[in-house]
């Protein structure tokens, strides 16, 4: 069974850093995953593929802001110096043969 | 630049089929597979299929195996995703991503509304 746990809901404040989580169970914690942004009433964009030893590898124009690391069964994306624009929903996503999954999402409010 | 546009809303009554088309531009259409991934008023996203215009190769999410049908016209750089036997909960934008494994560009969505 292949799930991604993200917790529903984030806040920090503008100019600050904050630190999501995508938690994969423990028999995929070498697995990759990838991280999506939705702005409100937008699309998905994507933002980074995150492997388990924390290389990653960023989207087309994602700024230097947005980074990932990985520790165990958990994948971290963290947004630093936050922007209004940030202000969105992030879907984590990983993969097994012949499936795709997504995490829950996490709202992430810029106060 | 990586493009792909999507075909105009459709309302649906239910029972019926929709035919959702993905046009890409900007890369080698059959480098790369398609994704097809949905999202239902305020939920979040579901995978519903991947295909390689390359082999025709594809996954299916379970849940949508018996019901969707993803195609290519690698001519027309064309996706296609047909969904039949349409209910009320199939109500949701559905979106076309490049990749194979993890989505690297993504389409604007189509909005599908079921409604009798």
């Known amino acids: 069974q292949l799930v991604l746990t993200q917790s529903p809901s984030a806040s920090a404040s503008l100019g600050a850093s904050v630190k999501l989580t995508c938690t994969l169970s423990s028999a995929q914690s070498s697995y990759a995953i990838a991280w999506h942004q939705q702005q409100p009433e937008k699309g998905p964009r994507y933002l980074m593929k995150?492997?388990?030893?924390?290389?990653?590898t960023k989207g087309d124009g994602i700024p230097d802001r947005f980074s990932g690391s990985s520790s165990g069964a958990e994948r971290y994306l963290t947004i630093s110096s936050l922007q209004s624009e940030d202000e969105a929903d992030y879907y984590c996503q990983t993969w097994d043969t012949g499936i795709r999954v997504f995490g829950g999402g996490t709202k992430l409010t810029v106060l | 630049q990586v493009q792909l546009v999507q075909s105009g809303a459709e309302v649906k009554k239910p029972g019926a089929s929709v035919k959702v088309s993905c046009k890409a531009s900007?890369?080698?259409?059959?480098?790369?597979?398609i994704n097809w991934v949905r999202q239902a008023p305020g939920q979040g996203l579901e995978w519903v299929g991947w295909i390689s215009p390359y082999n025709g190769d594809r996954d299916y999410a379970q849940k949508f195996q018996d019901r969707v049908t993803l195609t290519t016209d690698t001519s027309a750089t064309t996706a296609y995703m047909e969904l039949r036997s349409l209910r009320s909960d199939d109500t949701a934008v559905y979106y076309c991503?490049?990749?194979?494994?993890?989505?690297?560009?993504w389409g604007q969505g189509t909005l599908v509304t079921v409604s009798s």
């Open positions: 900007g890369y080698a259409f059959t480098s790369s597979g």
């Open positions: 995150l492997n388990s030893d924390g290389s990653h």
């Open positions: 991503a490049r990749g194979r494994q993890d989505f690297h560009y």
